[in-house]
């Protein structure tokens, strides 16, 4: 027989709410016996942060469904002709990762604005106006690459490598577009002064992830295709 | 931290009608405008399996008014042949998506899991609200397949390429109603990734003070793990069916093969690979049975404890069983795939993991009818519903042990065995775990109780009717009746007939059954007595509002705290019986709490 809030407190210092990111209570029992619930903090991650990590996955999961659709298409049978990839990539990979680095610094500065250590005078959104923009700059150069392709005659349906070229550059731009509005919609917060750090960090996670998930997908067309 | 994300979940309440009713970003609207999208769709596919039925018991029966539905389907009201398959189609399709999921996962969970974690809300309420509607246009596309063109696609709700992936060419609704059939089920792919999002971080990050992981109740671990099951399993399904879409219109050859002569023509397709969509679609496929079953075997397991008023001989073991299951799920999908000519070695590792995953079904079984043992049950309809998702799921799973078999399931492929098996095992037994639910958690959604006697007189009509209707399938797949046939001429398949002939009249008492849960639905919505907050004694947070049905926050002015296990039954309280989770009584248990 065990008698339910007479236990000890199961709080340990590891346990602690606010030092592990499993949210509100953890996983054990965080009500202490003597009642005092302020001892159990009233914390929780926001979740957005745990919203990021579950998006990521999915979009990885999507990415790794079309790599093994990839591979499985180009040892079915032997119609792959390969191509080699119009040099812009190397540029736009050049851009978007300029992208991830004005976007860190955006996120350096905005902290630091809403710290309220740098002055109201100083626009926080500059940067994040500059990551705007070589984003776009990336979506155009994927658009050139595409028109290369054509010009070479290399259209969606001429041949499963260039299908593939299409198709993942295609569902990598879009996942960029929404990005750009995830950027776009924390200037408009921060323009507010109605910016929450984690929506920034969130958006900032994600501007990465697409940064890698490129260079992942550029080795793999260079590679494969 | 300034941004505490409780915040997130709160918005202030509608005063608009359409902002109450329609583009709601209530988490309970959004429950309560899934389940309807459910019962609309589990009507039409209703439907669709009684003219099937009908056509099948008495071939080229003129069924009246069918011509309505497609004129050149069934002329003078008696269906083509290719017209059966593209109802066969439709029925699967509205069947496993629009209802299997989005009726124990999404409506339920939606209307139930931030209550139960005490929270306020999703924490994405406009991703939530985005997800219904998303899915609602999904339905909407699949249906208008029907009114477009020359009907539905007829190419099975599995749309195995080469067939799904070559147009028109490929038979009525091979054209049109093919590619709608794609947009909707990518469409729906979004609805359901937008939705596992907000269910996985209402679990993780919205849990009230106390509320520690085991203290969940089952049916929120249960839509937990199904919404990581979602999450993995509808991100493959969505760049397939783009894929298929491209097939299908853009001339780009990723699942049609070369030299492909369909009705004398050469397709302009060359080196795709047919296995390459089986492989997409049941990595998709397998893990969807489970999105389906394990919402009900969460929402059961809360139904039965509470009605048993004592907890399950293993809380933990549960949860982790269904864990398990999620896992596995994703390393059996090849037993769909035993005769498609893959390598027999892969089935070989494709049989064991399927022989695998029946042990932790077996655990969760032994754990129900072994904390049903000796037990005091009350019986009210909604524990007979759970009993009778028990006796379904056990008994449609027993024939999956001899489907796990490569060797015999190359006899028993594509014969009723195998339709009779997972109609009981995941559809029958799936909505047994749906009505349970709806007898169970009625008061709360709508503040009035069912009617008990018209609930009970349904429970025992679906119970005798379903069994009645799917038991016959198995004898008719060991008797080598092939499935997807709309006609047996065969010598061998005509003293089955009357099997078949049997199996409709059930199927048509059973389905015109149904009329009364929506009859005791609609009336009891209306004009049912008033239910109390907490009419099952039950203790979850659920049955701890201020009022039923809840407010708009949920909890009023102050969020619960919660002091206790789930299902603190058998305990001596100021209350009776039970403590409830959010009740500070100290009470003696024989369980040691965690």
């Known amino acids: ?225 | 931290m300034h941004d505490m994300s409780t915040h997130a979940a709160q918005h202030h309440e509608p005063t608009t009608f359409i902002r109450k009713h329609v583009f709601s970003l209530d988490h309970k609207v959004i429950g309560k405008q899934y389940y309807a999208l459910a019962l609309v769709a589990v009507f039409s596919g209703m439907v669709l399996s009684w003219i099937m039925r009908l056509h099948l018991g008495w071939t080229n029966l003129a069924i009246p008014g069918l011509h309505f539905l497609s004129a050149n389907g069934a002329p003078g009201d008696v269906m083509t042949p290719e017209y059966y398959l593209q109802l066969m189609t439709m029925h699967g399709t509205i069947m496993v998506f629009f209802v299997l999921t989005t009726a124990p996962f999404a409506a339920f969970g939606n209307f139930f899991l931030p209550i139960q974690v005490g929270a306020e809300d999703m924490p994405f309420p406009h991703f939530n609200m985005m997800s219904f509607w998303v899915t609602f246009v999904a339905f909407l596309v699949l249906v208008s397949s029907f009114f477009v063109g020359d009907g539905p696609s007829l190419g099975g709700w599995t749309q195995y390429a080469p067939l799904s992936a070559v147009g028109a060419v490929g038979g009525p609704g091979e054209g049109l109603g093919t590619a709608l059939w794609a947009i909707s089920i990518a469409i729906f792919c979004v609805g359901q990734l937008l939705g596992s999002l907000n269910f996985i971080t209402t679990t993780l990050d919205l849990r009230v003070k106390g509320m520690s992981m085991m203290r969940l109740p089952l049916s929120a671990w249960a839509w937990f793990i199904t919404s990581c099951m979602g999450l993995t399993a509808f991100a493959v399904l969505m760049p397939a069916c783009i894929l298929l879409i491209l097939d299908h219109v853009a001339g780009t050859s990723f699942f049609v093969p070369s030299g492909l002569v369909i009705n004398d023509q050469l397709q302009p397709h060359s080196g795709g690979s047919t296995l390459l969509w089986q492989h997409l679609f049941w990595f998709f496929g397998h893990p969807e049975v489970y999105i389906a079953i394990v919402p009900a075997m969460g929402i059961v397991s809360h139904v039965l404890i509470t009605n048993m008023r004592r907890p399950l001989l293993s809380h933990r073991v549960l949860i982790y069983c269904m864990g398990a299951i999620a896992v596995l799920s994703y390393m059996v999908y090849g037993h769909h795939m035993f005769v498609s000519g893959m390598n027999p070695f892969s089935s070989l590792a494709f049989s064991f993991p399927t022989l695998i995953i029946t042990i932790p079904a077996t655990i969760i079984v032994l754990i129900w009818t072994g904390s049903l043992y000796g037990s005091k049950l009350r019986i009210n309809t909604a524990s007979l519903f759970a009993l009778g998702f028990v006796s379904m799921f056990v008994s449609g799973g027993v024939s999956g042990f001899f489907l796990a078999q490569p060797s015999l399931d190359i006899m028993l492929h594509a014969t009723y065995f195998v339709v009779g098996h997972f109609h009981m095992v995941m559809a029958v037994a799936a909505i047994f775990g749906i009505f349970a639910g709806t007898y169970f958690w009625f008061p709360k959604m709508t503040g009035r109780m069912m009617n008990e006697t018209w609930g009970k007189i349904h429970f025992w009509f679906s119970f005798v009717g379903a069994y009645c209707i799917f038991m016959p399938f198995h004898y008719l797949g060991i008797a080598a009746n092939i499935r997807r046939y709309q006609a047996f001429v065969a010598d061998y398949l005509q003293p089955l007939i009357p099997v078949h002939k049997f199996i409709t009249v059930a199927a048509l008492l059973t389905g015109a059954a149904q009329f009364i849960f929506i009859y005791n639905l609609i009336h009891s919505r209306f004009w049912g007595k008033p239910a109390p907050d907490n009419p099952w004694e039950a203790t979850s947070l659920e049955w701890s509002t201020p009022t039923t049905p809840p407010p708009h926050n949920n909890f009023g002015d102050h969020l619960p705290v919660v002091y206790h296990d789930p299902y603190q039954y058998g305990v001596k309280s100021s209350v009776g019986d039970y403590v409830m989770q959010a009740s500070p009584e100290q009470v003696a248990t024989v369980n040691e709490e965690k």
């Open chain 1, 1 to 225: 027989m065990a008698t339910t809030v007479h236990e000890p407190p199961q709080i340990d210092s590891r346990r602690r709410p606010g030092t592990s990111h499993s949210g509100n209570g953890g996983w054990r029992n965080l009500v202490p016996a003597d009642g005092d619930l302020r001892v159990a903090r009233d914390y929780s991650p926001p979740a957005s942060s745990t919203g990021i990590w579950v998006v990521l996955f999915a979009v990885t999961m999507m990415f790794a469904a079309l790599t093994s659709a990839l591979v499985v298409r180009k040892g079915a049978s032997f119609d792959w002709r390969h191509f080699t990839l119009p040099s812009i990539l190397y540029f736009n990979t050049f851009l978007l990762l300029a992208s991830s680095v004005t976007l860190e610094v955006s996120r350096r500065r905005v902290a630091a604005f809403m710290g309220g250590l740098r002055s109201q005078s100083e626009s926080p959104a500059r940067w994040l106006y500059i990551t705007l923009f070589l984003g776009l700059l990336f979506l155009a150069g994927q658009y050139e690459a595409w028109l290369q392709l054509s010009r070479e005659g290399l259209f969606l349906a001429t041949n499963p490598s260039s299908s593939f070229f299409y198709v993942l550059t295609a569902a990598h731009g879009l996942h960029i577009l929404g990005g750009l509005a995830g950027i776009t919609y924390v200037i408009r917060k921060l323009s507010k002064s109605a910016l929450r750090r984690s929506t920034l960090d969130a958006t900032a996670r994600y501007w990465h992830f697409m940064d890698a998930l490129w260079v992942y997908l550029l080795l793999l067309l260079w590679t494969k295709l």
